[in-house]
């Protein structure tokens, strides 16, 4: 995708705050356009959404640098690795992050659905669903815009991402989506950035522990999630754009 297309696009679907933001994000430096997001019209109503994973760090540290007391938004599905836990306490504290929200999922509806802790093998996209799109839909609840790190060269499907999209009446931003391999090994080496400690094992994707497993230096970042299945995404953004309420997620 070229630099003005996705603002093009967006243009040509009528929506002019989108292609505008879209347009912003590719021109300008990633901290200034953030900067302007979240000090702008959205001010208070914009949250960054991180799983705490290989290269959340980014903008987690981008994000702190502007506004400490941002809110951020961490799914926390009940099957994350204890590593992870422990990577977002460390960033919170090294950071200065100020109001991470650690979402749950509704102990109610896992209970009655998923009571051996099992579903994630019986059936993943239900799983994802309770633990991870639910959540997250009512954690967004207040928000008119959330941010995100999914990056373009991570898989075939992410290739076409957006900088800016509207999903379901929210303005969602993928500012990283433009940034190669590289940009984020230079960033992290910069900032001196701490590395999720699983990465030194493979792990250069790191979700749920039952659908995480490490990967090859040939394989797509992402080849170890859910690996040996068709499913390629939680739910969360589906085809690269799109939350989808009713779908199994
Ligand atoms: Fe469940 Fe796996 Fe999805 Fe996590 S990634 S919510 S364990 S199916």
New binding site residues.
Partial sequence: MNRWSEAAESLVRGDAEIAALAALAETADTRDFLTAVLGGRYAGRTALVTSFGAESAILLHMVAGIDRGAPVIFLE????FPETLAYRDLLIERLGLGDVRSVKPDWGALLAADPAGD??RR??????????VEPLERALQGFAVWINGRKRYQTEERSRLPLAERVEGRIKLNPLAHWSAEDVERYFAEHRLPRHPLEVRGYRSI??????TPTSSDEDARAG??RGSE?TE??IHFDGNRIVRSQSA
């Fill in positions: 599905t009940g099957k994350l579903l994630w059936d993943p996209d239900s799983c994802c669903r309770l633990r991870k979700g749920c522990e039952p659908c995480t999630r859910w499913k939680c739910g």
